[in-house]
């Protein structure tokens, strides 16, 4: 009797982890089910992203901008708000992808909003921000709606370094695409409303003037020109003073009348060297280009850059507003504020 008491024991026993080994097993397939499912939405995702939607709304708003991580939180509510509802081919599958460029033309892919806005730009301060939403739709079956936006800053490129008479200008883009064009018009609405927020406001908008490429033209061309016409002027009379003194000592240095009378007739009728007029055209042309490449240079600077602060760049753009506000307002401004109160007061007394 106890040897089939024990017997019993030892089948239970035997039952209980063939049953927990059985449990085991199947949670396995099921994790392993789950994920060839989320494998296979994000390939279906692959192949029909690049797919013409139905409905499409897109756009470009050219403005100076900062991004910052209250924005990037506002776009996901709108993600939230607007696809989280939709009738997904797989529950709660909505895609993100975020692209994160920079001036060596390199980039870092993330799959994960998070992680971007945590490690994105640590090392290097980006220049272009992609952000993309989608959802694989099952009415209408293998559809996608999606909400992309793009950040182009102002920053240069490093294949652009030699482009001297030309700068970039910041820009935002934007693409909804989705079934139903009540919901594309809806979320394009939602969505630019945040985007418009991040422009550059404020004290910074008298400024934006010199983000225009036509007034940064005609500064720089206008500029440029005078200093050439001031400096032709300016070498030509040098060269005609030195001229002029070479010839006074030879007409001093001569002997007798008629050596310093001859002299004298060569100096009336001589015409300036053709390395004079050289010489003077080419140090203005010189001087024109200089200063065309400091006014494409400087002149954009007048406004603050364009910002991603994401990750570091956080800080780093914390510490340039500074700087820029101190020199732009506190220097530039405020000295020529106090110099135009010294004339006045010079006029008065």
């Not at 500064?219 to 001031?230: G, H, N, R």
């Not at 007409?251 to 310093?260: R, T």
């Not at 004298?264 to 009728?269: I, K």
Request: overall charge negative; glycine content about 6%.
């Amino acid at each position: 009797m106890p040897d089939e008491i024990g017997s019993t024991v030892a089948d239970d026993n035997d039952n209980r982890e063939n049953s927990g080994e059985v449990a085991a097993a199947r949670q396995s397939d099921l994790v392993d089910s789950s994920e060839v499912v989320s494998g296979i939405i994000g390939l279906v995702h692959q192949i029909f992203s690049q797919g013409p939607s139905d409905v499409c709304k897109a756009g470009t708003i050219p403005a100076a901008f900062v991004l910052r991580p209250s924005h990037i939180e506002n776009l996901q509510h709108i993600v939230d708000i607007r696809l989280a509802p939709l009738p997904a081919l797989h529950d709660k599958e909505i895609v993100f992808a975020g692209t994160v460029g920079y001036a060596d033309l390199t980039t870092d892919k993330f799959d994960s909003l998070d992680e971007l806005r945590n490690f994105a730009g640590i090392r290097k301060s980006p220049t272009d921000l992609t952000l993309r939403w989608r959802v694989l739709l099952r009415e209408p079956f293998m559809k996608i709606a999606s909400i992309e936006v793009t950040f182009h800053t102002d920053a240069r490129k490093d294949i652009d370094a030699l482009n001297l008479l030309d700068f970039p200008l910041a820009s935002i883009e934007y693409e909804i695409a989705g079934m139903d064009r009540d919901w594309v018009d809806a979320t394009a609405e939602d969505v630019m409303s945040v985007l418009k927020s991040t422009r550059l406001r404020g004290i910074y908008r008298p400024l934006l003037i010199f983000r225009n490429r036509m007034v940064v033209h005609v500064f720089s061309w206008s500029l440029a020109l005078i200093v050439e016409i001031a400096a032709i002027s300016s070498i030509g009379r040098a060269l005609a003073q030195h001229t002029r003194l070479d010839y006074k000592t030879r007409i001093l240095d001569a002997a007798g009348i008629e050596g310093k009378f001859d002299e004298f007739v060569q100096y009336m009728f001589s015409n300036s060297p053709i390395s004079h007029t050289v010489l003077s055209l080419g140090s203005a042309l010189v001087l024109m280009f200089a200063v065309l490449v400091l006014g494409f240079w400087a002149l954009p600077k007048l406004v603050p850059r364009s910002g991603v602060l994401i990750g570091l760049e956080r800080t780093r753009w914390q510490q340039y507003e500074n700087v820029f506000r101190f020199v732009i307002f506190t220097l530039g401004i405020g000295g020529i504020g106090v110099a135009i109160i010294v004339k006045i007061l010079e006029a008065i007394f």
